[in-house]
């Protein structure tokens, strides 16, 4: 009451942060137990300290060597290597650049790569009378997707995490939850090792070697060009002059292990994401929680920015699996260039122009790949959003409800803060849609750009303005 001067919010406040400050004592005592009483030590050292201090000629060597005897008996044995835990620590949010580095260095070197071969810009004859334009600067699911919309997905993660890592213990001492203080992060992440090696696995062995197998390898050493969909590498079979057999194989294993490498990042992401959502549940959800004004608004103001964060970053990989099955439909499609086939399509939808483009009889094997990562990345959002928002249905305080009832103010705005929900999924349905009809109809281009723009608007989002509102909106009453 002294330091929060008798004003109720903040001696509240004191409170919260003296059971931080609490907790975090406990959680260093026990771990000090753990090591192996190490509460005995001190006067053990002391002891040993002072021994040369009363042997004058005793030995340099025995003084120096003394106090360390103890610690070397209690060193912790070495760890094993836990890949969930090595793999969470990519997300470092302190080095938050270091994934899309590794990303657009190596994208670098694939991108260089097909300048020298002379791929980067290359067309051929699928049918007479056209000229297609397949060169890897005119692929968007290897420039646009995977070289900026993942670098940004990656970012946003690593930024959530750190911040989920800064509230969970002030988290867990505002709750007053039984979940004990020892049960860390780390411990959390652990938890889902096997998924871990499940992704390490299907990324590397499934997407990297079955796919390229299939896909690249054995087309190039059959010269078969009848089935596959033709892209900037597949385009050796019509046109040999422009990179060799062994050249092709050497630079679509490259290209596959760079993919291997992004979708594991990518799936890691997803992850993580759950797994901070579930770690939020399972602290706010517990029954013992005293609901008290700086409980919910802490519950409301750290649900509400997970939640936006998740689904920034699902709009993200949404938009980069839909660059994906873009590129597979223009390759299979009669258009020149992807931007004449977009535009050429629109046109066509507003009667503009007469002519509607065709496919080519061409197997779009992207298409199951890119259906496949647009329904894991909404099966992890649907996941996240049921957890956060079953513990924030009944965030707002019954006192605050009881006070401010007859505020149409503030019921207003608490409309708008559950609006917001609505609107999340919302765009969310609305872009797996564009996923699903794209080359569908006429004018899915037009449906597209709509996506695109709504997407866009929907990342700059200022979500904290109702809560900031709500609690001035209470200061008032």
């Given at each position: 009451?002294?330091?929060?001067?008798?004003?109720?919010?903040?001696?509240s406040?004191?409170?919260?942060?003296?059971?931080?400050?609490q907790s975090?004592?406990?959680?260093?005592?026990?771990?000090?137990?753990?090591?192996?009483?190490?509460?005995?030590?001190?006067?053990?050292?002391?002891?040993?300290?002072?021994?040369?201090?009363?042997?004058?000629?005793?030995?340099?060597l025995?003084?120096?060597?003394?106090?360390?005897?103890?610690?070397?008996?209690?060193?912790?044995?070495?760890?094993r290597?836990?890949?969930a835990?090595?793999?969470?620590?990519?997300?470092?949010?302190?080095?938050?650049?270091?994934?899309?580095?590794?990303?657009?260095?190596?994208?670098?070197?694939?991108?260089?790569?097909?300048?020298?071969?002379?791929?980067h810009?290359?067309?051929y004859?699928?049918?007479?009378?056209?000229?297609?334009?397949?060169?890897?600067?005119?692929?968007?699911?290897w420039?646009v997707?995977?070289?900026?919309?993942?670098?940004?997905?990656?970012?946003?993660?690593?930024?959530?995490l750190?911040?989920?890592?800064?509230?969970?213990?002030?988290?867990?001492?505002?709750?007053?939850?039984?979940?004990?203080?020892?049960?860390?992060?780390?411990?959390?992440?652990?938890s889902?090792?096997?998924?871990?090696?499940?992704?390490?696995?299907?990324?590397?062995?499934g997407?990297?070697f079955?796919?390229?197998?299939?896909?690249y390898?054995?087309?190039?050493?059959?010269?078969?060009?009848?089935?596959?969909?033709?892209?900037?590498i597949?385009?050796?079979?019509?046109?040999?002059?422009?990179?060799?057999i062994s050249?092709?194989?050497?630079?679509?294993?490259?290209?596959?292990?760079?993919?291997?490498?992004?979708?594991?990042?990518y799936?890691?992401g997803?992850?993580?994401?759950?797994t901070?959502a579930?770690?939020?549940?399972?602290?706010?959800?517990?029954?013992?929680?005293?609901?008290?004004?700086?409980?919910?608004?802490?519950?409301?103001?750290?649900?509400t920015?997970?939640?936006?964060?998740?689904?920034?970053?699902?709009?993200?990989?949404?938009?980069?699996?839909?660059?994906?099955?873009v590129?597979?439909?223009?390759?299979?499609?009669?258009?020149?260039?992807?931007?004449?086939?977009?535009?050429?399509?629109?046109?066509t939808?507003?009667g503009?122009?007469?002519?509607?483009?065709?496919?080519l009889?061409?197997?779009?094997?992207?298409?199951?790949?890119?259906?496949?990562?647009?329904?894991?990345?909404?099966?992890?959002f649907f996941?996240?959003?049921?957890?956060?928002?079953w513990?924030?249905?009944?965030?707002?305080?019954?006192?605050?409800?009881?006070?401010?009832?007859?505020?149409s103010?503030?019921q207003?705005?608490?409309?708008?803060?559950?609006?917001?929900?609505?609107?999340?999924?919302?765009?969310?349905?609305?872009?797996?849609?564009?996923?699903?009809?794209?080359?569908?109809?006429y004018?899915?281009?037009?449906?597209?750009?709509?996506?695109?723009?709504?997407?866009?608007?929907?990342?700059?989002?200022?979500?904290?303005?109702?809560?900031?509102?709500?609690?001035?909106?209470?200061?008032?009453?």
């Open positions: 009451m002294v330091f929060g001067c008798r004003d109720p919010e903040g001696t406040e004191w409170q919260v942060e003296l059971s931080a400050s975090r004592l406990k959680a260093r005592r026990k771990q000090k137990e753990k090591a192996g009483g190490l509460g005995e030590q001190p006067a053990l050292d002391v002891n040993q300290a002072a021994e040369p201090q009363n042997v004058p000629h005793a030995p340099k025995d003084q120096a060597a003394a106090p360390k005897a103890p610690d070397a008996e209690n060193v912790p044995p070495k760890q290597f836990n890949l835990r090595a793999s969470e620590a990519l997300f470092n949010g302190r080095s938050s650049l270091n994934l899309p580095v590794a990303i657009w260095t190596t994208g670098g070197v694939l991108w260089f790569l097909a300048f020298i071969f002379g791929v810009s290359v067309t004859n699928p049918v007479e009378g056209l000229d297609k334009e397949v060169g890897f600067y005119w692929s968007i699911s420039t997707g995977e070289m900026a919309v993942l670098p940004l997905f990656l970012i946003l993660v690593s930024e959530l750190t911040f989920w890592k800064e509230e969970r213990l002030p988290s867990l001492a505002v709750t007053k939850t039984s979940i004990e203080a020892n049960n860390s992060w780390e411990q959390k992440v652990g889902f090792s096997f998924s871990y090696w499940a992704i390490f696995i299907i990324c590397f062995l997407i990297f079955i796919q390229w197998y299939g896909i390898l054995r087309p190039l050493l059959e010269s078969n060009s009848e089935n596959p969909m033709v892209d900037w597949l385009v050796t079979i019509s046109r040999p002059e422009i990179m060799s050249e092709a194989i050497f630079v679509s294993m490259f290209a596959f292990l760079y993919s291997g490498m992004i979708y594991w990042f799936f890691i997803l992850l993580l994401l759950y901070l579930n770690d939020f549940y399972r602290i706010y959800i517990n029954p013992e929680l005293q609901p008290n004004e700086i409980y919910q608004r802490k519950m409301r103001a750290n649900g920015k997970i939640m936006t964060g998740i689904f920034r970053c699902v709009v993200l990989g949404i938009l980069l699996a839909t660059c994906i099955k590129n597979a439909a223009y390759l299979i499609s009669d258009g020149e260039t992807i931007l004449d086939w977009l535009i050429g399509d629109a046109l939808a507003l503009v122009n007469s002519d509607g483009w065709s496919w009889e061409q197997n779009p094997s992207p298409f199951f790949t890119s259906f496949l990562l647009t329904f894991i990345t909404c099966f992890v996941a996240c959003f049921a957890q956060i928002y513990v924030l249905d009944g965030c707002f305080p019954s006192k605050e409800g009881q006070s401010l009832k007859g505020n103010q503030v207003r705005l608490v409309s708008q803060v559950k609006a917001l929900w609505f609107k999340m999924v919302s765009v969310v349905v609305l872009l797996a849609v564009n996923f699903m009809v794209v080359g569908k109809f004018g899915f281009s037009i449906l597209l750009f709509g996506s695109v723009v709504i997407s866009a608007y929907s990342l700059l989002w200022r979500t904290r303005a109702p809560e900031e509102k709500l609690k001035q909106a209470h200061e008032l009453n």
